[in-house]
């Protein structure tokens, strides 16, 4: 299975990819939103891991063009900024939300296998 990451945070980025491919998963990843939705407009993944408050372009928004191309791969979202006003926009875009761990070690993702 082939799992794209879009998050901008390096050491948390460095976590979550060793702890998926641990899983045996493969793992591209993107630091910025514009470079994330490129590799998900390019590539064939599986699932899109994805922060929220990014780079260049918002989670939010990668998440609104994905949909706009009826893109209908499973988003997982991350970050602290999905609650409170932003629930909204996470329904619209049909975003799986994660609440950001205080610890990278504290994030296990499972394919359900």
């Known amino acids: 299975m082939k799992v794209l990451l879009i998050e901008d945070d390096a050491k948390l980025s460095a976590a979550l990819r060793r702890g998926l491919e641990a899983e045996g998963f493969t793992v591209d990843a993107a630091f910025d939103g514009n470079d994330g939705l490129w590799l998900a407009s390019e590539g064939r993944y599986d699932a899109i891991v994805l922060d929220i408050l990014l780079p260049g372009r918002n989670g939010f928004r990668v998440c609104a063009d994905l949909r706009a191309a009826d893109d209908g791969r499973p988003v997982l979202a991350s970050g602290r900024g999905l609650r409170g006003q932003r629930e909204q926009r996470r329904r619209q875009c049909g975003l799986h939300a994660r609440h950001r ?13």
């Open 101 to 113: 761990p205080h610890s990278a070690g504290a994030t296990k993702v499972s394919s359900g296998r």
